[in-house]
């Protein structure tokens, strides 16, 4: 059972979100715009036509797909009936084709709406890529879809089509020249011409499609839409993107994160250069955001990023048919040494890294190889191995624990190594791994049925071992994004609620005051607050003052510019280090004022000096601020820091918030990071305090909403002492609304939600939002429901197994809180049995936000044995509570029908409907179920 199948068992609560499958598996189509001449309307017609039968290898009947083509001006077009308008088809169409000019658009679009059809595709150029008429054009539908009732969708504008393999009978609704060939990937592709490059790319590779679609502009139906119902699709096992632009991040990110725990999604996405993102940007109207900041969101939210076309087919290959690696490390096996050492430069270089070979392998391998084989990884058996050799060293690598995933290469010419034998001890060795198992067959043409036997036993097979080993590096790399997915926050958050608040309201009085730029004194303050060490900073406004301070601190000191309009104080001479006496404190303060006299003109900006302790030269300069982008919102900069720090250009971005798991993958893609480990001299710095110091900023950058800019540099990091020396904050101003300041992708954990009540009999409860924490303590929760349970939960009986598979479980326990909301009630007093040590969790409740509608549906389970106490009332008052929070404005559960009413210990439907009833909720009646309506004032 796909995990995707039982997230969602309230789908009648939303009909317009499941109604996507018609653009798949209609059984009546509407070409509206179609004609005999050549062009776009007579190809789409004619592939209806050719392409709607049942696929070579299917053996299941097909029923006869109705096409109506749509034009006033002919009675029949290629031989089959036409009608004036949809209006006038015999039946309502499940979906319409819109191969009209742009302007025709609108008033069919609106005609569909009235029809109720739920699916549209504008296969039509001329919108918002053409400039400010085609993007009113855009408008004036969006505006249709948002009409009360409207249940109708729309794929487009400037697209491709929809194309189904999987479908009885299939679907070709698009103007390609080639039915694609079936198989279990799912294809989206913002880009028309790009689908027809795949489609022959993909006839080339073999590689076979389930979905195929093309979103055009993402006017309607978005990443968001295709990656959700490609992820809930059985036959679809691995996702491929075709992307110029993301559009809303968050969208993507919450479907992409849910998804990609179950089935790997690849993305090849346009736009690394300037130049290429202004190309896009005219080729879809769509800005293509920073790459740098589409990495940060692609690695969080699990997805593997290629470069090239071939690269998607050869991952999408592989990850169709082998396991995922447990992690990095390869072991390569090789009769040749040079396609052993450019595999292993592949490798290395993409972020992977070679098996060790241990003193126990290697006394092994020693049993069964020639002594002048190279005792080390790549393993050498050497240009004389036959298959048993080769199948003898396998046997002993796939029992190696330190081995993550193997390559096995076979170079040199035909006649000395017999390839197909060498295939069917490849076919042997798959049966009894469960890791990765890659090849390449190193030569011509003449390998080619060798590699073919290979990829049909599932074991893809490279040409170049380069892209063998480039092909398991991504590999490791989609492993490596599941881990931070599956990684555990902190158990509560580093700073008291109160801190955000005090510390809102300060800025807000500064931003009342007409100002944006805060001192540096104000910037540390703020630091301060969220526990970010800092060094002492003592406002001086004369030299007087400063002398004072000075002693006070201890010599040498540093003077710096202390003003609320100079931003930068290094560009106008407004920084003294090493300040060693009395009297060099007050020329230094004479020198910085009449350095800004000299750089601005006038002292409107001098409002005296600050001091501070000088800091050890032998400290290590690092950089922490954030970068607000207009598409990703504030993003996290990490790396070296110093007056040094635009050319170096060493430093990593995430989006926050920051987990410990993040800030450390976030340290470790710097190259300052292995200085920090000790060098030169030099202690290593304690990196758990750097850790912390990330987390805290992530708390900080999410609690203040309207930061524009925030940047520690230098962060001293010295021994075991690191410090914030300097720092700049700017704010975004007074007139800027909320609505207009880029918000969080990622939301973060919503302590709003946290509470604290008693059972009916005076049991203390915690009720909180879940987090990833929570795993295991959910899968104790599972272990102790009963069938009839699992049944009104799921409205099926899922089994155990599949209700605590890790992947299942992480994706429910640590959502993106802006699409659902899990919920947890914790009896105080009691503990979970085991090693856990935890509250035991005695209830679970969810709310699902939709993201087309002001609705929310609700789900809750109570633990058997604990009914009786409130718990349910409880559970179901705060879900309501969350659901209008959020929005909502009316909130519905599904309870299934005829539910044994007595059923002892445990939450039926029965009683889950009385206490909804007690509520005020309203009830209909479905079949097998029923629906519960709470509707909010």
């Not at 800030?663 to 190259?671: P, V």
Request: glycine share 8%; hydrophobic share 40%; charged share 20%.
């Amino acid at each position: 059972m796909e995990p995707g199948s039982i997230l969602d068992p309230l789908e009648a609560a939303f009909p317009k979100e499941v109604s996507l499958k018609g653009f798949f598996e209609p059984e009546t189509v509407a070409v509206v715009g179609a004609s005999e001449r050549p062009g776009v309307g007579r190809s789409l017609l004619s592939n209806l036509v050719s392409d709607s039968r049942v696929l070579p290898g299917s053996f299941e009947p097909a029923r006869k797909l109705t096409i109506y083509p749509i034009n006033p001006r002919r009675d029949r077009i290629c031989d089959i009936q036409a009608y004036p308008s949809l209006r006038a088809c015999p039946t309502v169409p499940d979906l319409v084709v819109i191969v009209t000019p742009a302007k025709a658009a609108p008033a069919i679009v609106q005609e569909c709406a009235d029809l109720k059809i739920k699916s549209v595709t504008i296969i039509s150029s001329g919108f918002k890529e053409v400039g400010a008429e085609g993007a009113a054009l855009e408008a004036r539908i969006s505006e249709i879809l948002k009409q009360p009732g409207c249940q109708t969708r729309v794929i487009g504008p400037n697209c491709f089509g929809t194309m189904c393999t999987r479908g009885n009978p299939p679907l070709n609704a698009t103007f390609g020249s080639q039915m694609s060939l079936k198989g279990n990937v799912g294809l989206i592709s913002q880009s028309g011409a790009m689908c027809t490059s795949i489609l022959d790319w993909a006839f080339t590779a073999e590689v076979g499609f389930s979905y195929f679609a093309s979103l055009g502009s993402g006017l309607d139906v978005d990443w968001y839409d295709m990656i959700m119902l490609y992820g809930q699709d059985e036959a679809t096992k691995v996702i491929v993107l075709y992307m110029e632009s993301i559009g809303n991040a968050s969208r993507f990110m919450a479907a992409a994160q849910q998804v990609s725990c179950s089935k790997p999604i690849i993305v090849l996405k346009a736009g690394r250069t300037e130049e290429a993102a202004a190309a896009a940007l005219s080729h879809t109207g769509s800005l293509t955001g920073a790459d740098e900041c589409a990495d940060a969101l692609f690695r969080r939210a699990g997805v593997v990023r290629v470069d090239t076309i071939s690269d998607v087919f050869g991952l999408a290959k592989l990850l169709s048919c082998q396991n995922v690696p447990r992690g990095p490390r390869l072991m390569i096996v090789t009769n040749a040494g040079g396609p052993g050492v450019i595999a292993t430069d592949s490798l290395i270089q993409n972020g992977a890294e070679l098996a060790p070979v241990s003193e126990q392998l290697m006394s092994q391998l020693d049993t069964v190889l020639p002594p002048f084989w190279s005792h080390n990884n790549p393993i050498d058996i050497l240009g004389s191995a036959t298959p048993a050799d080769y199948a003898q060293v396998l046997d002993i690598v796939l029992r190696d624990e330190n081995t993550d995933g193997i390559l096995v290469i076979a170079g040199g010419p035909v006649s000395t190594l017999s390839h197909n034998a060498l295939s069917q001890q490849l076919k042997a060795a798959a049966g009894r791994c469960n890791k990765p198992l890659l090849s390449s067959f190193v030569g011509g043409e003449e390998l080619e049925p060798a590699r073919k036997m290979l990829l049909r036993a599932g074991i893809p097979c490279y040409s170049f071992s380069d892209e063998a080993a480039r092909m398991y590096a991504y590999m490791a790399s989609y492993y490596r994004n599941l881990q931070i997915l599956y990684g555990k926050p902190l158990k509560t958050p580093f700073v008291d609620p109160a801190i955000p608040k005090r510390a809102c309201a300060w800025l807000e009085e500064i931003r009342n005051e007409g100002r944006t730029l805060l001192s540096e004194h104000e910037s540390k303050r703020l630091l301060s607050m969220f526990g970010i060490p800092i060094a002492e900073t003592l406002v001086c406004a004369t030299a007087e003052e400063a002398v004072t301070a000075a002693a006070s601190l201890g010599y040498p000191v540093v003077l710096k510019l202390h003003s609320n309009t100079i931003t930068h104080k290094s560009d106008v001479g407004g920084v003294l280090l090493n300040i060693g006496s009395e009297q060099a404190v007050r020329e230094g303060y004479e020198s910085i004022r009449a350095n800004i006299q000299k750089a601005t003109g006038s002292l409107a900006g001098f409002e005296g000096v600050t001091v501070q302790p000088m800091i050890d030269a032998q400290s290590w300069e690092l950089l922490l601020g954030i970068n607000v982008d207009a598409q990703f919102g504030p993003m996290i900069v990490f790396g070296l820091g110093g007056i040094l720090v635009e050319i170096m250009k060493d430093k990593a971005i995430e989006l926050p918030p920051l987990t410990p798991d993040l800030a450390r993958r976030m340290i470790a893609q710097t190259k300052i990071s292995k200085a920090l480990q000790g060098a030169r001299g030099r202690p290593p710095v304690p990196m758990d305090k750097l850790v912390d110091i990330l987390v805290r900023f992530s708390d900080l950058v999410c609690s203040v909403p309207f930061l524009k800019e925030l940047d520690i540099n230098p962060l001293f990091a010295m021994g075991e002492r690191i410090i914030a020396v300097d720092a700049r904050v700017v704010l975004f101003d007074k007139a800027t609304q909320q609505s207009e300041i880029p918000p969080l992708v990622v939301r973060p954990y919503p302590t709003q939600y946290i509470s604290h009540a008693q059972t009916k009999d005076g049991r203390p409860l915690l009720i909180r939002p879940l987090h990833t924490a929570d795993l295991e303590t959910a899968i104790q929760f599972h272990n102790a429901l009963s069938e009839e349970s699992v049944c009104g939960y799921f409205h099926q009986n899922v089994p155990l197994a599949t209700r605590v598979e890790r992947s299942r479980l992480a994706r429910l326990v640590s959502p993106l809180y802006d699409t659902a909301i899990p919920l947890s009630v914790f009896l105080e007093d009691e503990q979970e049995t085991g090693d856990l040590g935890s509250p035991k969790q005695i209830g679970v409740g969810r709310v699902v936000i939709s993201k087309t509608e002001p609705r929310a549906k609700v789900l809750l389970v109570i633990r058997d044995g604990y009914t009786g106490m409130g718990v349910g009332q409880l559970l179901l008052e705060k879900l309501f509570m969350i659901a209008e929070t959020e929005g909502a404005q009316s909130a519905t559960i599904s309870l299934l029908h005829g539910a044994d009413p007595s059923a002892p210990g445990m939450l039926s439907s029965a009683k889950l409907e009385a206490l909804c009833t007690r509520m005020g909720m309203t009830r209909i009646e479905l079949p097998g179920k029923i629906l519960m309506t709470k509707t909010f004032a």
